[in-house]
């Protein structure tokens, strides 16, 4: 079966570590994107990447990191810098084109919750 | 969301109708799209649109009119599990989508 997944679902961390949040897709997509999801606000873009070896900042990218060795592989570290990390983390991969980039499969989540 | 406003929650009954409105603002507008997001789970695509006009699919409908920065999501025949919240986002003219914050459709028996 093609999809997308994240590992784990729920995450708990003391403040002051860093995490490393997985995300593996088996769609062949160029584009993988991380987002963040808070109650009452729309999906912000943390990280994106179009290509191996190369990503984008989001929007809200202070705190974290990516990379992007390997296609199918975009793992999210949420590092100590960052001031209110528990969320909702998506990711997403989608083909890398004009439209179709628009159309983005997720993953189920990730819920990291910091104390 | 970033200029993209939509309701925040509302209420309809099963089998009924109902219409979950969007605005956006029309500057680099590159195409308007809907998702499904079922709570606690990930969104799921459900529809787009990139010329004026109504797009069916089904018990979904979403229309667009560009020059107003509009559009809506329309539900027929509305089940429980439609209960779900439904995310506006616009395309970017850097292949991005921005989203609204969501409205979250409660369906009543």
């Known amino acids: 079966d093609g999809g997308i997944t994240q590992s784990p679902k729920y995450l708990f961390r003391k403040e002051g570590q860093n995490v490393t949040l997985s995300c593996e897709q088996n769609?062949?997509?160029?584009?993988m994107y991380w987002y963040r999801q808070d109650p009452g606000q729309g999906l912000r873009l943390i990280y994106y990447?179009?290509?191996?070896?190369?990503?984008q900042k989001g929007d809200i990218a202070e705190g974290y990191s990516v990379s992007r060795e390997k296609k199918e592989s975009f793992p999210l570290t949420v590092t100590s810098a960052q001031k209110n990390p528990t969320a909702f983390y998506l990711c997403?991969?989608?083909?890398?084109?004009?439209?179709?980039?628009?159309?983005?499969?997720f993953g189920p989540g990730t819920r990291l919750t910091v104390t | 969301g970033q200029n993209i406003d939509q309701p925040t929650e509302m209420t309809a009954t099963e089998g009924a109708i109902v219409q979950i409105n969007c605005t956006y603002q029309?500057?680099?507008?590159?195409?308007l799209f809907w998702y499904q997001q079922h709570a606690g789970e990930a969104p799921t695509f459900l529809s787009y649109?990139?010329l004026d006009g109504l797009e069916e699919k089904g018990r979904f409908s979403s229309f667009l009119s560009r020059s107003k920065g509009y559009s809506y999501l329309l539900l027929k025949e509305l089940q429980m599990k439609d209960s779900a919240s439904y995310l506006c986002?616009?395309?970017?003219?850097?292949?991005?989508?921005?989203w609204g914050a969501g409205t979250k459709l409660i369906i009543k028996p």
């Open positions: 649109n990139v």
């Open positions: 029309t500057s680099g507008f590159n195409g």
């Open positions: 997403a991969s989608s083909i890398a084109d004009e439209v179709t980039s628009y159309e983005q499969y």
């Open positions: 990447s179009q290509i191996v070896n190369d990503f």
């Open positions: 986002a616009r395309g970017d003219s850097n292949y991005q989508l921005i």
């Open positions: 769609l062949n997509h160029d584009a």
